[in-house]
């Protein structure tokens, strides 16, 4: 059994910085991609950023410049900083985790709350 456990979001005013944590553990013998996924109310799940096993990253051009993606493989966890946040960044964000085994993003967590308000 995986399980991801995600940290660090919160309300923040504009302008402002937060930092996402997500630790994955139990069954995953190898991991491709690690990545962060949101939501927003009336939206469709998007990805915003995501690590490849090759050390490549890549980003949804809204975040492109104001968010780095990070990952620290012996401890199979995940990190997005994210910079210059904007309201329309307001989203419950998820962690992903695809094992190399798959093609697809198998594992998520539950979900974090990041509200960008004055």
């Known amino acids: 059994q995986v399980q991801l456990v995600e940290s660090g979001g919160g309300l923040v005013q504009p302008g402002g910085s937060l930092r996402l944590s997500c630790a994955a553990s139990g069954s995953i013998r190898s991991i491709n991609a690690m990545g962060w996924y949101r939501e927003a109310p009336g939206k469709e799940r998007e990805l915003v950023a995501a690590?490849?096993?090759?050390?490549?990253?890549n980003y949804a051009d809204s975040v492109k410049g104001r968010f780095t993606i990070s990952r620290d493989n012996a401890k199979d966890t995940v990190y997005l900083q994210m910079n210059y946040l904007k309201p329309e960044d307001t989203a419950v964000y998820y962690c992903a985790v695809q094992p190399v085994t798959s093609t697809e993003y198998e594992y998520w967590g539950q979900g974090t709350q990041v509200t960008v308000s004055s």
């Open positions: 690590s490849l096993s090759g050390g490549s990253t």
